[in-house]
Nanobody, 121 residues
């Protein structure tokens, strides 16, 4: 059974930075995209960022553009999220996911358990 394992969450003051990491435990995943999502208390899970292995293209939610950077290591099936200029509204549980993105297809097949990010004002 493949699991995605996140790390790097924690408590940081507003304006600070954190770097999240995610890697699969078990076998290598045969998926062409990895991404980050987050869920704040009382809110639905929302998309944060995605990277596709073909060409390394990335995409971000408008709320994090210019502050967050997603990167990955295809050989390790690992993905990272560098978060700078953090705001209290970034407080959430952050989830890593692996999936398939193609013409007409966008699905996420594997999820991590999440890592808490708390930004104090």
């Amino acid at each position: 059974q493949v699991r995605l394992v996140e790390s790097g969450g924690g408590l940081v003051q507003a304006g600070g930075s954190l770097r999240l990491s995610c890697a699969p435990s078990g076998r290598t995943l045969s998926r062409n995209a990895m991404g980050w999502f987050r869920q704040a208390p009382g809110k639905e899970r929302e998309f944060v960022a995605v990277i596709t292995w073909s060409g390394g293209s990335t995409d971000y939610a408008d709320s994090v553009k210019g502050r967050f950077t997603i990167s990955g290591d295809i050989a390790k099936n690992s993905v990272y999220l560098q978060m700078n200029s953090l705001k209290p509204e970034d407080t959430a549980v952050y989830y890593c996911a692996a999936g398939l993105i193609a013409t007409g297809v966008r699905r996420w097949d594997y999820w991590g358990q999440g890592t808490q990010v708390t930004v104090s004002s």
